[in-house]
């Protein structure tokens, strides 16, 4: 088994205890988005960034807010432009007396960053972005300054609208370890967020959320470090192996996923597996995240594309030829 060493059983529990009362939290506030609610919390709390895709209006930055909320952290808000500039967000050197500077901190320096419809930002600006989601620090002026601990990055994007936008880099896709897909709420849903706006809620106040803190940056911490001590079998290691390589010879894609799409496929499955309660990993866990660990990694083919072929379609084509290990 792959681990450096094992959790007992008080480790399992506290940790599923904090993750899934984190995961109700954003349950009460964010109606009818539990599968994206899930894959935000497992890539959270296997310190991954974040990128989400779907139509305005499905509550992708309140997602985001509640989070911080619910954690005690700190919420930073990117709205992105196109004359958005690198030091916008990642701060400056201000002259304060005759040759003396001082660092002003951009809004990078948060806990729980959302870059607002990120695609719409220039390549200068998603190049410093680039450097601060991989090395989780910035340098201005020759100067390195190391970011929050808890510093994670959501970026939401916009499927529909294209103008004015910037395609991110393949580069700059591959730092995030899930694209996650909110689509709109089924009716249920809508309907019972109809009647909590009746019953005083309120998007832009965040004292109407009736959210409750239930962990803080050290139990996060906490959970991170639990989860890097999930048991792997060596099976599931080279199923993880077989599945990302399967994606780089399907004739249905122009472009596989990368080797950092298996690590984060190894940490998603760890900190799936935590939140069920285990301290050991199982096919299940890498199956299902799969799709979020690698959508956003590959390229369809033009023609198919043309057909109307998406990426989860194309990927699952791949991914069916690699048997499940027993």
Same mark, same amino acid.
């Given at each position: 088994m792959a681990g450096p060493s094992s959790l007992n059983p008080e480790q399992i529990e506290a940790a599923r205890a904090g993750a899934r009362a984190t995961l109700a939290q954003l349950g009460h506030i964010v109606l009818g988005?539990? /599968? #994206?609610?899930?894959?935000?919390? &497992? !890539?959270?709390? +296997?310190? =991954?960034?974040v990128l989400l895709e779907g139509p305005p209006g499905t509550a992708k930055t309140l997602l985001v807010r509640t989070l911080s909320l619910s954690l005690g952290l700190s919420f930073r808000r990117i709205q992105c432009t196109p004359d958005l500039m690198p030091s916008d967000v990642t701060g400056v050197n201000l002259l304060t007396g005759p040759g003396t500077f001082q660092f002003r901190p951009g809004p990078l320096f948060g806990d729980l960053i959302l870059g607002d419809e990120i695609n719409r930002a220039p390549a200068k600006t998603q190049a410093a972005l680039l450097e601060a989601m991989q090395e989780r620090a910035v340098t201005v002026d020759g100067t390195t300054h190391p970011l929050s601990p808890a510093f994670t990055v959501f970026a939401t994007q916009n499927p529909i609208e294209y103008e004015g936008t910037y395609p991110l880099p393949e580069a700059e896709l591959d730092r995030?370890?899930?694209?996650?897909?909110?689509d709109y709420p089924d009716a249920a849903?809508? %309907?019972?967020?109809?009647?909590?706006? &009746?019953? =005083?809620? %309120? +998007?832009? %106040?965040? !004292? $109407?959320? =009736?959210v409750q803190q239930v962990l803080d940056s050290e139990g996060l911490s906490r959970i991170r470090q639990a989860v890097r001590l999930v048991r792997v079998d060596p099976t599931l290691v080279r199923y993880i192996t077989?599945?990302?390589? $399967?994606?780089?010879?399907?004739? +249905?894609?122009?472009l596989g996923a990368s080797p950092r799409a298996s690590v984060a496929l190894l940490q998603l499955a760890q900190a799936s597996a935590l939140l069920a309660g285990r301290d050991y #990993?199982?096919?299940?866990?890498?199956? &299902?995240? !799969?799709?979020?660990?690698?959508?956003?990694?590959? +390229?369809? /083919?033009?023609e198919l594309e043309l057909?109307?072929?998406? !990426?989860?379609?194309?990927?699952?084509?791949?991914?069916?030829?690699?048997?499940i290990p027993q």
């Open positions: 988005q539990d /599968a #994206a609610l899930r894959e935000v919390m &497992l !890539a959270l709390i +296997a310190r =991954g960034h995030f370890m899930v694209k996650v897909l909110v849903a809508e %309907e019972g967020l109809l009647n909590r706006v &009746l019953d =005083g809620f %309120e +998007a832009q %106040e965040t !004292a $109407s959320y =009736g077989l599945l990302v390589r $399967s994606t780089r010879d399907s004739p +249905a894609l122009t #990993a199982v096919p299940e866990d890498i199956k &299902l995240l !799969a799709p979020a660990a690698m959508r956003h990694r590959i +390229a369809v /083919a033009p057909e109307g072929v998406s !990426a989860d379609q194309a990927l699952g084509q791949a991914l069916e030829r690699v048997e």
